[in-house]
């Protein structure tokens, strides 16, 4: 730069020394620095030029000559935001973050649309130890972002449900912008809507690099952990964060994931304290759930009906009264159930719950046409909202028949994990797989845990990897893992359930139903484990499925023909097994079961490689928790009485019996 003097240098050459500055403070600070000297030996106390200087020893590591030259500068310009927000970042490097986070709540009191000096000040609370405060200067940060055209755009396409143009967007935009939280954040949403979670999950985990503090963002991320069945990640990001303070939505969050992690007793803390602060129907609701699983039902009845006083028009409370066991609807809740269902403005899931009700409450009755009646309509309507791919599941049968032949076994013999200890038990829902499930839970080897959702999420991560686009294809995949993937897999899903469970026995209880479609992944992933399939005469099964209100998935079972046919498929699907891996499944028949008891828990107990044990025989007095809605039959001696109790209905079950078909004499055989 030249050395002539102060008056000499034009406003056009002061503009361009400052721009030059400017443009070395990301490439070259120390350069900068050097630049902003020399600016200001021309032109003395120039605000930008020492606001330059100030930046650049800031950035070189020189905190305490930052302040040196910022906080003079803000002294003298006490109204511009940008000294002090440096000064804040400055101070912050030299450990003090009061004055720090002072200075900086100094830039947005001056300029509330900061939002930078607004991202900065969650940081420095963070760092301060101050996580409300921290929340809500990001909480800032994330509304006055929003103003920006690019979030709003993000944004609106979002809340449109426009999810693959939201994608899009974002991801184009964070290409210049790739330390945009909010962007980040708008796209852990937009993937979390997708089911790609792993995307939001990698996009949670750069906004909180960025902003560790941002208490908001973990929260989220705790979510999408959850969402891909790893509970015990979730709970630590929880705690973390329960370690600041507390918050409503945090404590429900915990309680859930402990209930997944099967801590019921301290869920049941957790729910309480939560009620403590305010009463919630619910939450009241969710610790009924609890207490039923646990076994405490007087406890159980009572949350359910703390909930239906808080909230009459609250369906599932109802639902949830009506569905226990050993409970009965008084006459007095049967007619509040039937005032709320001629309220035309009962919203559409309550009314649902509410039909579900009081089909079971008149089923108690034994005034079996209003019953069915009631269910049916309750079915229509849940039927609306559900989609149902019979076209996919036909597929995936006839793909498996063709394709997982005896010889594609015979060379995958050596494949898999060596582990033996998962047994799985398959079937569909409401044919007495928890009752299997207890008996084998009651032998000193054996450990029972809950449905576990592992291999599902397994399979679908497998087809992401795989680059598989339809679920038809999903045979055809198979084929292409190699012995290395498979052992893999198999190891992958034994860390999975390790958060549930504890290997306190040599061996684990796998009871969710629908694995019967993931029998080949078994086979190739964990050739050792048991499975067991539970069978119950299709006629029985079907209308306990389409008496049932499920809390999610199984959405074949709001239709008799429907699952009439999901049932046909399975059938298929266990025969061709039984061809091609003879003796690999071991069949239990619900009937047989009931009639034939301590002989069939032998058979059990043998398949199994299990010594008897007598309190198999006393599985009733086994506590453990039991969170399937079987959690009271199973806490009392085999009775045989239900076995026949279907006939009540048989005059209005002629589609499931149409569509059964032929099934009907043979199904115990499944040939």
């Not at 301290?266 to 759930?289: F, K, M, T």
Request: net charge negative.
């Amino acid at each position: 730069m030249s050395s002539s003097s102060a008056a000499a240098l034009t406003a056009e050459q002061l503009e361009a020394s400052l721009s030059q500055i400017e443009r070395l403070l990301s490439t070259d600070p120390a350069a900068a620095e050097r630049q902003a000297a020399e600016l200001l030996r021309l032109a003395p106390a120039q605000p930008m030029a020492l606001l330059f200087q100030g930046i650049a020893r800031r950035m070189s590591g020189n905190a305490s000559g930052a302040v040196d030259v910022l906080r003079p500068l803000c002294e003298s310009c006490p109204e511009a935001p940008l000294p002090h927000l440096q000064l804040g970042l400055a101070l912050r490097q030299l450990g003090q973050d009061q004055a720090a986070a002072a200075s900086i709540r100094r830039a947005t009191e001056t300029r509330p649309d900061f939002s930078d000096a607004w991202r900065a000040l969650g940081d420095v609370l963070t760092a301060a130890g101050e996580p409300i405060a921290a929340e809500e200067a990001f909480g800032e940060y994330v509304r006055q972002s929003a103003r920006d055209p690019r979030v709003t755009e993000a944004a609106a396409a979002l809340r449109e449900n426009r999810l693959v143009e939201a994608d899009s967007f974002l991801r184009k935009e964070l290409k210049s912008a790739p330390d945009d939280i909010v962007l980040l954040c708008l796209l852990a949403d937009v993937s979390a809507r997708q089911r790609r979670f792993d995307v939001a999950e990698t996009a949670l985990e750069r906004c909180l690099e960025i902003a560790p503090g941002y208490r908001t963002a973990r929260h989220n991320y705790a979510v999408v952990l959850m969402r891909q069945d790893r509970p015990e990640e979730a709970l630590q990001e929880v705690e973390f964060l329960l370690t600041d303070a507390r918050s409503r939505s945090l404590g429900i969050l915990q309680a859930a994931l402990l209930v997944r992690l099967l801590r019921y007793e301290d869920a049941i803390e957790v729910y309480r304290d939560l009620l403590n602060e305010q009463a919630e129907p619910g939450i009241w609701a969710s610790l009924g759930h609890a207490l039923r699983t646990v076994g405490r039902i007087d406890e159980c009845v009572d949350a359910y009906r703390k909930a239906i006083a808080l909230a009459p028009q609250f369906g599932e409370a109802y639902w949830n009264l009506a569905n226990l066991k050993t409970v009965r609807i008084a006459d007095e809740e049967l007619q509040a159930i039937r005032e709320q269902l001629g309220r035309n403005e009962l919203g559409a899931e309550d009314r649902i719950h509410f039909h579900f009700a009081l089909g079971k409450a008149t089923e108690e009755r034994e005034r079996f046409a209003e019953s069915f009646e009631h269910y049916a309509e309750g079915n229509r309507l849940r039927r609306a909202s559900v989609q149902f791919d019979a076209r996919a599941l036909s597929a995936h049968v006839e793909r498996s028949k063709v394709l997982l032949t005896r010889a594609f076994y015979e060379e995958r013999n050596e494949f898999g994990a060596e582990s033996g200890e998962p047994v799985f038990i398959v079937g569909l829902p409401r044919a007495g797989s928890t009752l299997v499930e207890q008996i084998l839970a009651s032998h000193s080897l054996v450990e029972g845990t809950m449905e576990l959702p592992h291999l599902a999420g397994i399979a679908k991560t497998l087809v992401e990897q795989k680059g598989v686009t339809s679920e038809t294809r999903f045979v055809d995949l198979l084929a292409r893992i190699n012995e290395h993937e498979s052992r893999q897999t198999g190891e992958l899903y034994l860390q999975r359930t390790a958060a549930q469970s504890k290997r306190l026995a040599p061996f684990f209880i796998d009871k969710m139903p629908n694995n019967f479609a993931h029998i080949a992944l078994i086979q190739l992933a964990l050739p050792n484990a048991r499975i067991i399939d539970v069978r119950r005469h299709p006629m029985a099964c079907g209308l306990s499925v389409f008496k049932h209100l499920f809390a999610s998935g199984q959405t074949f079972s709001y239709s008799l023909e429907e699952i009439a046919f999901y049932y046909g498929e399975y059938v298929k699907l266990m025969t061709h097994f039984d061809a091609v891996l003879p003796g690999r499944v071991h069949r239990v028949i619900y009937e047989s079961l009931v009639e034939n008891f301590e002989s069939e828990v032998h058979r059990l107990l043998d398949y199994c490689g299990l010594p008897f044990e007598q309190s198999c025989l006393r599985f009733h007095e086994n506590r453990r928790a039991v969170s399937t809605p079987s959690s009271e039959q199973v806490r009392t001696p085999i009775f045989r009485n239900g076995l026949e109790h279907w006939r009540h209905y048989q005059p209005w079950l002629g589609p499931l019996e149409a569509g059964l078909g032929p099934l009907l004499e043979h199904w115990s055989s499944g040939t």
